[in-house]
């Protein structure tokens, strides 16, 4: 049917043609110009459009949604309104468990519970047009995270009218809690771009409370800083450990706190730990490549272990993108016929890119070219972007749960020593930003074989080296599933471990009685992970037991600690450094 030649008997067809220009309007509305890049470089607005389009392209289905999400709506206020007196009625929906509502008036007010009831009702109303929408899949992906989001941002929890919790704590405190919430978000609209503090700053500080491990900073250039790990046992493992760490993020994530972090972990148990800190690099290094990254990074750090320690081998350990970066590297090295690394593990990391977890709502061809555009202003992606970006992916817990606690309750955040390092952002060089979502997110080149760094195409196949795969089955970033497929795509014994975590804790995982994974004993990788799964063994213990004895056993004999820095690389200042604490 022509929307734009309605025929007599089609007795819709006006309204399609209504609908066709409301649509196109709508698109114009969310952001079709592209000087709406700066405001919304993933194209969310777009993709909007487009469900608004399809939507209203079939007013049938449009009509027979409305009428359902009205009468199960009417049959919400009728199900309260018994309620008022008495009658225990169930109303149209059985709405899933969900923290936000966990105050009893959510229950047993029948006002609240009607708002709960007609949220819960819009969500479903609005999922169910999505599902009926005609959109490809990435328009789909961005379409169903953009009105998440806004379902999120419209749940009656966030506003004080609807929210029980913030209603009774304003009576309790005599409008004193509603001064203190006001006062924080006039604060945090100056000073936190508008979102709400998730710590207090100052309560958590690298080299005090974080990045706490004792070591010394003994190699320095324009990208990263190498800090060696003071001994902490009488003998230590002959090869040496170097750490991996992404650069999206500070480096202490692998060494959080005392008894949290997993170098502290590493140094007790006898190894000569050695970690990589990034500089928060600005508009001077905006032309750095994952090359550089390679390079200046992974590699030249390599050498300084080597020429401090004496070893011709090293263990690697790698998280998320330093993950991804440390199996290049032994690409890298496997095409040069180099023997320079003695085991790898791997955190949480993607090398198969074709499922790319919640980040591919931004790292679609169409999103990556808008983001582009915004970065060849600057040279690099501020690091309230990066912020923000990891935010949204978990909105409810890390942006309107503390909408909730800072400005209805009034309350400071509670101290978190994860929240605080997340807090901690970093900026992005544009050309490595650029070439690393294009490269792997939107092409998957080090999957096919494709990547070439450092005049090496990246073959995955050639690593022989051992290799330890970490995976957390609660991981939004790096799915665990897709972690699985890029353990297969490697040479070697492969021991693929999944925890009960998530991206981070998944990370800061000592033992505790919570701890579980499950591990499989095949040699080899079955195709489905699923069936992998099924055959695994659950072990009631967290993962970095079970990569003690596994890493000691190819971390050679014991013997006396090598010394702290050499002649050619003598300390610099004690950890955490300096790149750590730029801001």
Not at 319 to 337: D, F, H, P
Not at 380 to 392: E, G, H, I, R, V
Not at 441 to 446: A, D, F, G, S, W
Not at 488 to 513: D, E, K, Q
Request: charged share 20%.
């Amino acid at each position: 049917m022509n929307p734009s030649n309605p025929s007599t008997d089609d007795p819709f067809g006006e309204l399609r043609q209504d609908a066709a220009d409301v649509a196109s309007s709508l698109r114009s509305l969310f952001g079709m110009d592209s000087a709406m890049a700066d405001l919304d470089p993933a194209g969310f607005g777009p993709a909007l459009g487009r469900f608004a389009m399809s939507v209203a392209s079939d007013p049938p289905a449009l009509t027979r949604s409305a009428m359902e999400y009205g009468m199960r709506s009417a049959q919400a206020a009728v199900t309260a309104t018994l309620r008022t007196i008495g009658l225990d009625q169930q109303g149209p929906v059985e709405p899933a468990q969900d923290a936000r509502f966990a105050d009893p008036a959510w229950t047993t007010n029948p006002l609240f519970y009607l708002v709960r009831q007609q949220h819960a009702l819009l969500e479903g109303f609005l999922q169910d047009l999505l599902d009926g929408a005609e959109l490809d899949e990435v328009t789909r992906r961005k379409a169903d995270f953009a009105l998440r989001q806004a379902l999120d941002a419209a749940a009656p929890t966030n506003w004080l009218p609807t929210n029980p919790a913030a209603l009774k704590k304003a009576f309790d405190t005599g409008g004193l809690s509603l001064l203190r919430g006001a006062s924080n978000a006039l604060r945090d609209m100056v000073t936190n771009n508008g979102m709400p503090r998730q710590v207090t700053p100052g309560q958590f500080r690298p080299g005090h409370e974080l990045a706490a491990t004792p070591g010394s900073v003994v190699f320095r250039n324009r990208l990263m800083e190498l800090i060696q790990y003071e001994p902490q046992t009488k003998t230590v493992h002959a090869v040496p450990l170097l750490f991996s760490p992404p650069w999206i993020n500070k480096y202490y994530i692998m060494d959080l706190a005392p008894g949290k972090s997993l170098v502290e972990w590493a140094v007790q148990h006898g190894h000569t730990c050695f970690m990589i800190s990034y500089r928060n690099p600005d508009e001077t290094l905006a032309n750095l490549t994952m090359t550089d990254y390679l390079r200046e990074g992974l590699l030249a750090a390599l050498e300084v272990v080597e020429e401090i320690t004496g070893t011709q081998q090293t263990n690697l350990i790698g998280l998320c993108l330093g993950g991804t970066m440390a199996t290049g590297l032994l690409a890298w090295l496997a095409g040069r016929g180099e023997d320079r690394v003695r085991s790898l593990t791997v955190l949480n990391t993607l090398l198969d890119y074709t499922v790319p977890g919640q980040l591919g709502v931004f790292t679609d061809e169409t999103a990556v070219q808008r983001l582009e555009q915004v970065m060849d202003r600057k040279g690099y992606l501020p690091a309230d972007s990066m912020a923000t970006t990891f935010n949204l992916l978990r909105g409810r817990d890390l942006v309107w749960n503390y909408v909730v606690n800072d400005w209805l309750l009034g309350k400071d955040p509670a101290p978190f020593d994860i929240l605080s390092w997340n807090s901690d952002s970093t900026r992005m060089p544009a050309a490595m930003h650029i070439e690393y979502l294009r490269s792997l997110y939107v092409e998957n080149r080090l999957a096919k074989g494709e990547l070439e760094l450092a005049g090496e195409k990246l073959d995955l196949t050639r690593i022989n080296q051992d290799s330890y795969f970490v995976s957390a089955e609660r991981d939004h970033i790096a799915l665990w599933k897709a972690v699985y497929a890029g353990a297969r795509l490697i040479g070697g014994t492969v021991r693929f471990m999944l925890s009960n975590s998530g991206h981070i804790a998944g990370v800061v995982n000592p033992p505790n009685p919570k701890s579980k994974h499950w591990v499989g004993s095949a040699k080899t990788l079955p195709a489905d992970p699923e069936f992998w799964r099924q055959q695994a063994t659950e072990v009631a213990k967290s993962w970095w037991e079970d990569w003690t004895p596994w890493i000691a056993k190819r971390a050679g004999r014991r013997q006396a600690p090598p010394p702290m820095g050499s002649t050619m690389h003598p300390p610099l200042e004690a950890a955490p450094g300096s790149y750590v604490c730029e801001k």
